[in-house]
């Protein structure tokens, strides 16, 4: 079988579509064959995945001429079925059997649109394919935090990111691994001041597959709606997501329920009005309580045997 896989070029929602390639990798095992069509961020998750033996770039270009270059070198091909994550125009005249071309519903939660359009599994389908990172870390007494994201209206104060660190170490939690991109590494210094060697920065310094393992033996995951609360949730690790000007009824993992929502008591509609058409960099998460995320967690790690 020849799939045609056209995935997002966000790192977040590419996360969320992926349950859907497992889904087709599991259900023709070996007999399949992938093309994949991804951003260059994503990239990385499908690093294991051998089946994926042609990897397209799809780098943005002025008047759409990315679709039509794309276009160009697919035609060529000729595909079992296609699945298009960017319901795009060219899925409708390539080549092939069967073509699923997904459309978001914007009222809806997207873990749940695509888990019931596709039929995924809950317990086999939500993952990322690899097995690089087992036992890289071998003591999992540690906290998993990310505390920055792409876009500051978004971003809970690093001031209470730090009570947190405070009561993970009162709670027992012997590290803290603070995750990131690369360029958010210069913010890691307000955490090391505060507590030293206590906690390590990862702000891509890793390969973004052993970040996945590391999150899958942290006790607790704590952070923004990034893509890194949605490797978390696919982790399995208990999850804390902290929501403000982004749409939790839409982007929260709720389909888990290993995962766990805080969010702004000021509702989306209302935070997302003050934006300026996405233009503020001002934080608006100001109103996430502290005092839910700190029970929330003590809640979690009470239920573990540490």
Not at 39 to 65: A, Q, S, V
Request: with cysteine.
């Amino acid at each position: 079988m020849h799939l045609l896989f056209i995935s997002s070029n966000r790192i977040g929602d590419s996360l969320i579509n992926l349950q859907v390639l497992n889904k087709y990798i599991r259900k023709n095992k070996k007999d399949i064959e992938i093309t994949l069509v991804s951003g260059e961020l994503p990239l990385p998750i499908y690093d294991d995945y051998n089946m994926i033996t042609n990897r397209i770039i799809l780098k943005k270009e002025k008047y759409n001429l990315h679709w039509w270059k794309l276009y160009k070198k697919l035609s060529l091909l000729k595909f079992d079925e296609i699945i298009d994550f960017r319901s795009s125009l060219i899925s409708y005249f390539l080549r092939t059997k069967k073509r699923k071309i997904f459309k978001m519903n914007k009222k809806k939660n997207i873990y749940s649109q695509i888990h019931e359009l596709f039929d995924t599994d809950k317990k086999r389908d939500f993952k990322i394919m690899t097995d690089r990172v087992r036992n890289i870390f071998p003591s999992s007494n540690y906290a998993c935090v990310a505390p920055f994201a792409n876009w500051p209206p978004k971003e809970w104060p690093t001031e209470s990111y730090l009570k947190i660190c405070e009561s993970l170490f009162n709670q027992g939690v012997s590290k803290i691994y603070i995750l990131g991109s690369e360029t958010e590494s210069v913010r890691f210094d307000n955490f090391q001041k505060n507590f030293g060697n206590k906690v390590i920065n990862r702000c891509g310094k890793q390969h973004l597959l052993n970040d996945y393992g590391l999150l899958q033996k942290s006790r607790i995951f704590i952070g923004n709606d990034s893509a890194m609360m949605h490797m978390a949730a696919l982790s399995k690790t208990p999850t804390i997501g902290l929501f403000g000007p982004t749409n939790d009824k839409i982007y929260f993992p709720e389909i888990f329920d290993h995962c766990h929502l805080v969010r702004s008591s000021e509702s989306y509609e209302s935070l997302i009005s003050k934006t300026q058409n996405f233009t503020l960099n001002n934080c608006l998460m100001n109103d996430v309580s502290y005092n839910q995320v700190e029970n929330k967690i003590i809640e979690i790690l009470n239920d573990q045997n540490f």
